[in-house]
């Protein structure tokens, strides 16, 4: 800076100060800017750097401040004043803080109040938890020692009461003192003490007193109990009641002196009454014997002669009065004992004579009385043995009898015996008497068994207990029942526990009797959850419930909800019957066995027809004819091959079953034929749900991505995916459909239908329901979906001629779908794909085994066999044949299992002649159906070989009017191939008329010779499409005469 014009240079700024500005304004530097208080600028000019900024400035550390502006040094706080940083001034040290290096709060044990620097000690009798708190200890506790931050509470036995103690006084004896005491508490009560530091109180011990202190509430200590007194709740008293001592210290209870003794003078004892005195006990004194009684020393009472004795002083004792005399009451002496009068006696110490009781004699020898024999009677005593009297003829008595009398009722005097017997059908009772026995009650004269519904359990001619008294509409088996345990219920009603015969359910043996709740006897093919349940329910696989009326319904094998689970080492046939893994094993290998031969055959037939006639037209016709009738026979025995997993157990003839078991390959299931269960115990209906969906869903999509890579086999493989489709979508769509069907039984527990092992209130069925729900939207109803979009894109193509459209390319890939079917049918496999999976899939959604799903399944055959009846939509009027019986043969199949499974011939025996019959109906159908399915099939050939012979035929009746019928037969057609044309010879003919005709050959549009091709075409194609027409009239004919 330069406070000077016209100077030569500038000045740097003193201590204290300094200049920021870097020479934008001269009037700026004509002095420097002061430091701000608090702050210090040592520099004195020497170093211009040290001035060129406000940061130059530097704040006054803790403890020092400035506190004008410009300081070049700052000033060091008075002692026991502090500061901080860049103070301006000083001021005292706070509270609870140590300021003598620094400003820190005092720790635990020490405490400032802010007139020192530091921090001082916590005293004793004081806690310190740090900074500025200083508190003195509470009444109840105390602290020792210096520098602590809490206070301890005075132990139990010790207390204080002012606050600020470093120590506890020791509790009072008197007086109690528990943890933390500030006043000792007095004992409070007579039977309390409490010695010096007690901690607590201190009951009086049994049989000692408290003692000590100035009142009841402030005992110190207890005294044994002395003798003579009683101590009870720390208390002492005196045994001075009447009778009462003690001889014992530390007695609790005064005793009471005993009979024949009294108290001493002191009272700690006992000492016995004298001679001629006596006590009862609990008397101060004895009382002495009066009226000539005595007594001997300790006695309880005076003694006095019994009735029957007199006093001999000379013995000083009672003895008994001489035989034949008596005493009422004790005498002085012997003479006091009275004789008996004449006729009377007395024992030795009688107090009267007696004489002998009605029935009885005197017996001098014996000196007693005894009893007059049978068959006499004294009404009195008899002095001896004359007096007993004989009874009067047809009288009698027992020993003893004062009377006779006749016999009692029911009973006959027996003259042989001399005793009374009973009548016929009574007994000796009990009691000696005649009654009726148990089981029997009297009626008229004469005992008589209890009715039924009644009984009597005990002897006597009261009437027969009612069984309804005790279980309403009960009866009995038998008569005469002895019971009530005897009283059932009759045949059709059961006991229901509750009192009362109930109405039996269908599904209880009808003609059993007895029956209670637990012990139902259930008919085959019904099955209940336990013994306690009377929901009777059938049973979906009737074969597999044997009934009766155990715990166990099941038939061998079977186990689980309806019997519908297999046990281990058995699994389901086919029929949902559990076998034994050997068995089914067994089933697997002719399965297999059928497997192979089906297949042999299949390549027989193709290896004749090939050899037979090689690349024909008629070849390739017949190809094309199995081709389309096997898919119709293929349908038929895949719908039958899949009832008895759709209705489970279905009723049908032996062999008949056997033969469905054996064409399950047609069902493309191999859970049908392949017993899972003896391979893995744990599988379930879950992973057949899996395995019948998974893979068919990876095959197609491998078909798919394989006809995308290879352009040239799309075709192959779109028609694979469609023909993996068609085969399996049935089976899916049984399986698909299983999910969602659940049964709730009478427990209150679910389980699905198709299979009892798997719980549906289990918390991973909703996975499964929604596996389910997508399954159905992709096989039931996408496939179909699909075929139907399909064919409706093509359907232009389709509904053109049926030879036209066989050349057509585009329509190669889906040929499958339309082939067998009519133009105007182009949507029928659609149709049939419906009827196929109501037939399965749908079907199996009804109750399984029920009459209701038979009888779906009945009206389903009949709607489609008339469908396919009227509607005709096969091209081949053949296969129209065979469609309508074969799905005829599945009427036939639903009509016989309803009628055997409601009728008689359902618990027909094997070998019956009903059984046979229906088997042989049955096979014999479907053995026609198959060869007629093959005769029709190879039988076209014989009308190819004589279509030409019928065109000349046809065109014979426009041209040879003239011809007699006779002559019109002689006609023979010889039909040769000759280079791609047809020759036809005439040979035989007679025409008397000398008449000439032409013949035209249907076939020569399409056999014509290359040179004669240029010439088919105006009139000539309207005569080809006359002769094709006539030829198809033609074949439609031979069709009728088929049928």
Known sequence: YQPSSNSASCITCPAGQYQPDKATSASLH????????GKKLEDDGDDVSKHDAADDCDSCGPGYFSSESGTSECTECAFGEVSGAGASSCGSCPAGYDCSSGTTPCPTGKYSNGDTDGCEDCPPGNRCPGGADKSQCLEGTHQPNSTQSICLPCQAGKYQEEPGKASCADCLAGYFCPKRTVNPVECGSVALYCPPNSAGVQPASEGHYTSGGTTETTRESQVECEVGHACVGGVKRTCNGEGEYSDLTGSTICKSSSEGNKPNYERDGVEQCPANTFSIGGRDDCSPCKDGAFSQPGSSVCQKCESGQFYNSSVTSCELCPKNTFTISGVSDISGCEACENGWHSQPGSSACEKCSTGQFYNESSTSCELCPKNTFTISGAGNFSGCNACAAGEHSLEGAGYCQVCPQYMAFNATTQECDCLNSFVMGKDGTCTCKAGETLMGTACQPCEKAKWKSKEGVTSCNLCTESLEDSTTKNFGSTSNSSCICPSGTFDNLDGKCEVIEEGVNPRASGMTLTTLDLEPEFWRTDPSSNDIRDCPVSEACVGGNGTNYCRKGHAGPYCNLCVDEYAKDPFMLCKSCDTTGASIAYTIIFVLALACLAGGIYYYVKKKVEDSEGNRYILKRLKNGGKIIFTGF??????????????????????????QVFNIDVFQFVSAGCFSAGFNFYHRLLAATIPIIIICAMFVVAGRRNSDSRSYFFNCTLAVLYLTLPTITTTVFGVFSSDTLDNDRSFLRVDYSIDCDDEARWFWLFYGVIMALAFPIGVPLIFFFILYTKRTRIMKDVEEREKDEELTNVAFLFE?????????????????LMMTGVLSVIKPGSFTQLSWGLFLSIFFTVILAMLAPYNDSRDNKIAVLSSALLILVFLMSSFKSYTKVNRAEEGSYDEIGMDVLLMFSYAVLIVLFFWLAFHQKDDMSVSATTLVKNSLKGSSNGLSKSERAKAQVEVEEVEGEVEIEMTDIKVDDQSSFEVENPMQNSRARPEDKGQSSGSDGGKEREDKKRFEDEEDDDDEDDE
Do not use: D, H
């Open 638 to 663: 895949q719908i039958t091959s899949a009832l008895p997993g759709v209705v489970p157990a279905m009723p049908l003839p032996k062999t008949f079953k056997k033969a469905v078991s054996f064409v």
């Open 30 to 37: 004509t002095s420097c800017i002061l430091c701000s208080p």
């Open 820 to 836: 067998p079917y009519k133009p105007e049918f182009w949507y029928f496999e659609v149709v049939e794909t419906g009827r196929r």
